[in-house]
């Protein structure tokens, strides 16, 4: 256990790995009288681990209602001794009282300087869209979008390549107050895997309010056709909302993975990523 200055034993920090299917969540953020990701896991860790209060659990990133995800990190802090004590069979007793559209698939104790919200180098988004004439296989309707329209990839491609790198994506934003909406895309890039059937991955270092979501609904327009290859660039740098840009359902969206940097680097990266970014010459 470790213990502050005055000897007080210090709050064991835990990190959670976490998988759910978003359908039936009003989304990440707990919200009085709606069933939501967070506010089901801090009933279920209050309970398991018989805590006077639900502890407050905060995730790397806030998934919109219908998004799913298959590698969300949160942390959570819990007495040091109740840690001890109940730690091994922490997973399997969660296992017994979360809903099944709900799993934790490790906790551990977190490393020094760790910060689910704010260490992470990147999160990783995949968007899956099918263009089938038929429409998506009945398996696949809660995490697939039906696009009527045949697309071709090479265009979503084109036309996604130039809205990598760091930019300010206001135009495919839902504004908040006080909060910058520049943002470093690493990655956005279509494949198919199978017929008819397309996912794209959508990495940033962090992403603003419905900007996958945009994203994609622009990419679409090109990819059948209803837009040129540079229009996204052009709505890109008009730095507004572009009410042509049409926000794609949440279900097709699922965060894949948050990546940390090694253990030693962990504070310094959110120390960066708290600091109000600028882009050159502003």
């Avoid at 990419?219 to 926000?247: K, Q």
Wanted: charged fraction near 30%; aromatic fraction near 6%.
């Amino acid at each position: 256990m470790t213990e502050d200055r005055d000897g007080a034993v210090r709050p064991v920090k835990l990190r959670l790995d976490i998988a759910y299917d978003g359908t039936d969540f009003s989304g990440w953020a707990a919200q009085p009288g709606r069933r939501t990701v967070q506010g089901t896991l801090q009933e279920a860790v209050g309970r398991v681990l018989r805590l006077p209060e639900e502890p407050a659990i905060t995730c790397a990133g806030r998934t919109d209602a219908g998004v799913h995800a298959r590698g969300q990190v949160a942390e959570v802090s819990v007495p040091a001794d109740v840690w001890a004590a109940e730690g091994d069979r922490l997973l399997r007793r969660l296992a017994g009282v979360l809903p099944s559209d709900v799993r934790v698939g490790a906790v551990r104790p977190a490393p020094e300087g760790f910060d689910a919200r704010f260490s992470p180098l990147f999160r990783r988004y995949v968007y899956r869209v099918s263009d089938a004439p038929a429409g998506v296989p009945p398996l696949r309707r809660r995490d697939v979008l039906w696009h009527k329209r045949p697309l071709d990839l090479d265009r979503m491609n084109a036309a996604a390549a130039r809205l990598v790198g760091e930019h300010d994506f206001a135009a495919f934003c839902r504004r908040r107050e006080g909060a910058t909406t520049i943002r470093e895309l690493l990655r956005l890039h279509w494949v198919r895997e199978e017929e008819h059937l397309y996912a794209a991955t959508v990495q940033a270092d962090a992403f603003c309010h419905n900007m996958v979501r945009a994203l994609i609904g622009a990419l679409l327009a090109v990819g059948d056709g209803r837009r040129e290859i540079e229009w996204p660039r052009r709505v890109l740098a008009a730095g507004v909302r572009d009410s042509a840009v049409h926000v794609v359902p949440p279900h097709g969206l699922s965060l894949e993975e948050v990546r940390y940097p090694p253990e030693a680097e962990l504070a310094e990266r959110a120390r960066a990523t708290r600091r109000v970014r600028t882009l050159p010459g502003e």
